[in-house]
């Protein structure tokens, strides 16, 4: 006797019945599942096809929820090597199987000398300086070659500083240059009324017409311009 073999809108479907998902999170969770079956099972998308998605809304919604369904449909396929979880601290790994950004993309934040001005170093954002080492370029390929998605919780702890550094450490990494996290589709989890940045400025902050040119203006520039290529974003409110 044959086993039936389930097309892929019938996994989806399964899947999102077993996880009991409202309307909202059926969009959210539709769209991430179709568009990684549609790139990287059936491969009918073009190689420079990203998603770059905001997924927020208030604790409850069931952001964590939509992200293991989306693992359960990856597992099915074998394909859940193709994807990270990343938090930006330690706190919130568990939650989703992940790695803290610094740890997983290896980049360091490493406290200057002085402060700025009279004060105590570390009092100021442009205290710290953020090194990627070279010398684990080598790991950074190896461990990132399958690599073709990220999804990022905690979104409000991430700075338009660090986002810049995420897209760096991928220029590492990867090797699509002319693409904007060398192409790997990346989703944005979270919710902006929660913490904000230890260390850097909110992605939501607008960059100056008179802000200077030193390296932390720079960097939250180039934040800036990453964070405006979002091309999906889906508001949870049950």
């Known amino acids: 006797m044959t086993q039936q073999v389930l097309t892929a809108q019938e996994v989806i479907n399964a899947v999102g019945a077993e996880f009991n998902l409202n309307t909202k999170q059926w969009v959210v ?20 096809e990203q998603l770059r998605m905001l997924m927020t ?29 990343l938090v930006p601290t330690g706190s919130a790994v568990a939650l989703i199987n992940g790695m803290t950004i610094h740890k997983w993309l290896g980049i360091k934040i490493k406290s200057k000398n002085k402060g700025k001005g009279n004060w105590d170093p570390g009092t100021t954002a442009e205290d710290y300086a953020v090194l990627i080492s070279v010398s684990n370029h080598a790991q950074l390929q ?17 700075g338009l500083q660090l986002i810049a550094e995420i897209n ?6 990867k090797e699509k240059p002319h693409l904007w996290f060398r192409g790997v589709s990346i ?11 230890v260390w850097g400025s909110a992605l939501y902050t607008p960059i100056s017409l008179y802000a200077g040119q030193n390296n932390t203006e720079i960097q939250k520039r180039l934040g800036h311009l990453v964070w405006k290529l979002l091309n999906a974003v889906i508001n949870l409110t049950e």
């Not at 809304?57 to 859940?80: N, R």
């Not at 190896?142 to 991430?158: A, F």
């Not at 760096?168 to 990494?173: D, E, K, P, R, S």
């Open 168 to 173: 760096h450490a991928l220029q590492f990494a």
């Open 187 to 197: 989703i944005f989890s979270g919710n902006f009324f929660q913490f904000l940045p």
């Open 57 to 85: 809304g208030p604790g409850g919604t069931g952001k964590t929820h939509i992200v293991k369904a989306v693992q359960c449909v990856l597992q099915h396929y074998g394909c859940a090597h193709l994807i990270r979880f």
């Open 29 to 48: 969770f539709r769209m991430i599942a179709d568009f990684f079956v549609a790139k990287y099972v059936k491969k009918n998308l073009p190689e420079d």
């Open 142 to 158: 190896d461990e990132w070659k399958n690599v073709e998605s990220l999804l990022l919780n905690e979104v409000s702890l991430v």
